[in-house]
């Protein structure tokens, strides 16, 4: 695992150095036809759960003229070991997420979704559905092409810990190219408080929603594009 989070760490910018290929630098024909993807990667994590788990996940693309589209499900064998719980000894994360954006002007585009996650413990399961917003762009110049993207994930029905914050993307090379191969960072800075156990009980909750934390996550993903 230490191998995979190095070759990681080390692969962006190879990847930019590296795309020398025509098929990275040439963008892909629009169409509304979705193009399935399938990925993998590790994941540093924070908010506490182990501090390395792995994902994978599939989904597809879609790139026509005025809209882009990104719709991906993923699993993570994320497990809570910092939760002040006892024998809490497995765990796991589900995602689901869909988001469309409308393409503006010189490669940039704006819009937004929603996403599902669900957090599954030995003790506990927590779920919630949360919409998003935000802008990118497609990059593509004469050695290199990239995404870049920024959004905000609101709490949305997350009523245990109120999770939101901002959340930062690049891809290599960028996923509108005619190249199958991709690799994407996503780093998540999010704000949350404490969890909320009894809502029957205000003093209680008022001091748990107040008591706030920020914690980060940060995954690296190689996927193929069909």
Not at 47 to 68: K, M, R, T, W
Not at 158 to 163: I, P, T
Not at 181 to 207: K, M, N
């Amino acid at each position: 695992m230490k191998r995979l989070i190095l070759a990681a760490l080390l692969f962006a910018p190879l990847a930019a150095v590296g795309q020398n290929e025509s098929a990275a630098l040439t963008p892909a024909q629009p169409s509304w036809t979705p193009h399935p993807v399938v990925f993998s990667g590790p994941s540093l994590m924070g908010g506490g759960y182990q501090p390395v788990a792995e994902h994978l996940g599939a989904g597809f693309l879609l790139n026509s003229s005025n809209i882009g589209g990104d719709f991906e499900s993923r699993y993570m064998n994320a497990r809570k070991t910092n939760d002040n719980t006892v024998n809490n000894t497995k765990g796991h994360e589900r995602y689901l997420q869909g988001r469309l954006f409308y393409k503006w002007h010189r490669g940039l585009y704006f819009g937004g979704g929603a996403q599902w996650s669900e957090t599954s413990t030995t003790n506990y399961k927590k779920e919630a559905w949360r919409p998003t917003f935000g802008m990118g762009g497609d990059y593509f110049g004469d050695r290199v092409s990239l995404r870049w993207q920024a959004l905000y994930i609101l709490p949305g029905t997350d009523k245990s810990n109120g999770l939101q914050g901002p959340e930062l993307q690049i891809w290599f090379p960028s996923p509108v190219s005619r190249s199958h191969f991709f690799y994407r960072e996503t780093i998540g800075l999010y704000e949350f408080h404490q969890t909320v156990t009894d809502p029957s009980d205000p003093h209680l909750t008022a001091q748990q929603l107040s008591s706030r934390s920020v914690t980060s996550f940060l995954d690296f993903t190689f996927g193929w594009r069909f």
